[in-house]
Every structure is written in structure tokens, then in C-alpha cells.
T-cell receptor, first 110, second 113 residues
């Protein structure tokens, strides 16, 4: 019930293309968080969402907290080579126990 | 500002040897502390978390243990490493309270040979 299903598992795109990935759950979440992990590094927080319907941007990144509280998406516009990495969604269900998605591995071809 | 330090960055250990990974947080008090393991190309598996000194909760029964001897210090240990203990280990912290973001260390790549 509190598992996060993140898709797609991997993406191969051309530089300049837009990217969209999402995370869903069968139960509600009170926060949604998006992290990026560069190879050999720890994940870094990109965007944090706290309210249903909230839409937040961070540069070329935009994320939304779904109105049903059971999903979130992350969009990256005009991708560049340094966008390469693994993107994780995470969230807090009502019991406050943070959960992570399995990650989306993004490859950007110049 | 808060920072988290994790070391060593890489470690190669023989099977059966002991392990000690250390994590410290600066710039905050009474953080919640976490150890995660990440297999190659996979997601994050929560191993242990701690809400205070000496308080450790284990998520997965395994060959590892954790300790929190000081407020901002979290240690991951093993008495005898197994090949299956290889992976990328991440320490993280959050503020106490509801629904707070996690901040991660740089990770330790452990290879058991």
C-alpha cells in the first residue's frame, strides 16, 4: 500500500529534449520529494512538495504533487548532458516513514 | 548550515573481516539518522534509523549493526563481512518532526572480496 512505483525505469534521450517521469502509490502521501543521484555520489534533494496540487519549479525542473495525493511527476525541460543520473521520488505517508521509489536512470546523448 | 560527513569513500575488505563506517552531522542537534544500502543500479534500502542517542531501529535482519554513541554520530558495523554485503552505503539525516526532507552523505562504496 505504501510502496512507490516509479516510472520509467530508464530513459535514453537526445540533448535538448524534455523529460517526464512519475511516481504513484495506492495510498496517500503527505509529502513528495524528488532527488537526483550522480554516479558515485549521494542523492541530492531537487524539489520538495507539501500540498496536494502544489506545482514547484527549480530552474528547468518542475514537479507537481498530485491532487489525489497518490502521485507526483517531475519534468525536466531542454535536457543537457549534466542531467544524466538517477532520479528518485520519495514521500512520507501519514505514518511519517519515508519511502523511496526505485529510481529512473536518465541518459542524455549529446 | 548543516553538513553531513561520511567516510571512507571507498573500501575493499576481505570476507570475514570487520567493518566500521562512520557518519557525522554538523550544524544541527538531535537529528534523525539513517543508513541505507544501494545495490548497483538499484534503489535505496533502509537498513537502520535512529531518533536519538542509543536508539536504533533495524529495518532488515542482516549481518550488520548500527550504533549512535553521540547525538550527531552514526556508525555502521559488522563483525564478519559477507560477499553479499558489497554495495553503496549512504548515511542520511532529517530534522525531527513530521515529513521532513532527508539529506544524504557522499556514500561509501564497499567491495567485499
Amino acid at each position: 500500500g505504501q510502496q512507490l512505483n516509479q516510472s520509467p525505469q530508464s530513459m535514453f534521450i537526445q540533448e535538448g529534449e524534455d523529460v517526464s517521469m512519475n511516481c504513484t502509490s495506492s495510498s496517500i502521501f503527505n509529502t513528495w520529494l524528488w532527488y537526483k543521484q550522480d554516479p558515485g555520489e549521494g542523492p541530492v534533494l531537487l524539489i520538495a512538495l507539501y500540498k496536494a496540487g502544489e506545482l514547484t519549479s527549480n530552474g528547468r525542473l518542475t514537479a507537481q504533487f498530485g491532487t489525489t495525493r497518490k502521485d507526483s511527476f517531475l519534468n525536466i525541460s531542454a535536457s543537457i548532458p549534466s542531467d544524466v543520473g538517477i532520479y528518485f521520488c520519495a514521500g512520507h505517508p501519514p505514518n511519517n516513514d519515508m519511502r523511496f521509489g526505485a529510481g529512473t536512470r536518465l541518459t542524455v546523448k549529446p | 548550515s548543516q553538513t553531513i560527513h561520511q567516510w571512507p569513500a571507498t573500501l575493499v575488505q576481505p570476507v570475514g573481516s570487520p567493518l566500521s563506517l562512520e557518519c557525522t552531522v554538523e550544524g544541527t542537534s538531535n537529528p534523525n539518522l539513517y543508513w541505507y544500502r544501494q545495490a548497483a543500479g538499484r534503489g535505496l534500502q533502509l537498513l537502520f534509523y535512529s531518533v536519538g542517542i542509543g536508539q536504533i531501529s533495524s529495518e532488515v535482519p542482516q549481518n550488520l549493526s548500527a550504533s549512535r554513541p553521540q547525538d550527531r554520530q552514526f556508525i555502521l558495523s559488522s563483525k564478519k563481512l559477507l560477499l553479499s554485503d558489497s554495495g553503496f552505503y549512504l548515511c542520511a539525516w532529517t530534522l525531527t518532526g513530521l515529513y521532513t526532507e532527508a539529506f544524504f552523505g557522499q556514500g561509501t562504496r564497499l567491495t567485499v572480496v
